[in-house]
């Protein structure tokens, strides 16, 4: 049986993390056989690159660069984790993917787009996501729930990977149009969830999804 490649994208503060365990558990429950894995991040070299990236202290990217960074990350995670899980019939669950190259690097810091999709084709080929839940909210509700989390998480590991974060509003505002664009373009691929909903109400829609999409 050939596996499932599942991805979660959204701004800051969408509950992706919280989405993702909650289908996991509901999955391995079913018997299923899942993995995750984060991008950028997923193999000990992405993680690295995640380090360069994520931390203010990991130097001043210009934009292209970033992608290329992120695509070195991206490369590892494909061939190492996942591609060999979807080929043992495992579902992968991953926390960002290609769609947050084009909405961080394209829509947010303005980068071309026909250009990062060149990158994309070139490093991927046609290799592509089954099923993206895009977790939609509005970038001020979002920038509140990350702070609320950074002030209760005693061991701060948040507050290192603030570099993103700290963007102005005006930025997540561009994050969100990018990722409705994305939604938008390819509705067979992409499903935008209403994350000011509660934690449950989310879950139980992305399991719906998820379950029609294995039935
Ligand atoms: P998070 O997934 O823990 O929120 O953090 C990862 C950060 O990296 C997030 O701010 C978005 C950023 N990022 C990009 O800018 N481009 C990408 O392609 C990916 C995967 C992440």
């Given at each position: 049986?050939?596996?499932l ?19 996991a558990?509901?999955?391995n429950?079913r018997g299923?056989?899942v993995?995750?894995?984060r991008e950028?991040?997923?193999?000990p070299e992405?993680d ?7 931390r203010?202290?990991g130097?001043?990217?210009?934009a292209?660069?970033?992608?290329m960074?992120?695509?070195?990350a ?6 190492r984790?996942?591609?060999?899980a ?6 992968v ?5 290609v ?7 394209g ?18 080929g ?6 993206t839940f895009?977790?939609d909210l ?5 920038i509140g729930r ?11 590991v ?5 570099r ?5 509003l005006s ?5 969100r149009?990018?990722y409705?664009a ?5 509705p067979?691929?992409?499903i935008l969830?209403?994350a000011s ?10 399991i ?5 999409r294995?039935?």
């Amino acid at each position: 049986m050939a596996g499932l490649l599942i991805t979660f994208e959204g701004g800051e503060g969408g509950g992706k993390t919280t989405q993702i365990n909650r289908l996991a558990a509901s999955l391995n429950a079913r018997g299923h056989k899942v993995i995750t894995t984060r991008e950028p991040g997923g193999t000990p070299e992405g993680d690295k690159i995640r380090e360069l990236l994520v931390r203010r202290e990991g130097g001043d990217w210009t934009a292209e660069a970033e992608v290329m960074l992120i695509y070195a990350a991206r490369v590892m995670n494909v061939e190492r984790v996942i591609k060999p899980a979807l080929a043992k019939g495992k579902i992968v669950l991953c926390d960002r993917f290609v769609d947050s190259t084009t909405a961080y690097q394209g829509y947010g810091h303005g980068l071309d787009l026909q250009w990062l999709r060149k990158v994309q084709d070139l490093v991927l080929g046609n290799f592509s996501p089954d099923l993206t839940f895009i977790l939609d909210l509005d970038p001020e509700m979002g920038i509140g729930r990350t702070r609320r989390r950074e002030a209760a998480d005693a061991l701060h590991v948040h507050q290192a990977e603030d570099r993103y974060e700290n963007l102005d509003l005006s930025f997540h505002q561009k994050l969100r149009t990018g990722y409705q664009a994305i939604a938008q373009a390819e509705p067979g691929r992409c499903i935008l969830i209403d994350a000011s909903q509660d934690a449950g109400a989310v879950e139980k829609a992305i399991i719906k999804y998820v379950d029609d999409r294995l039935a």
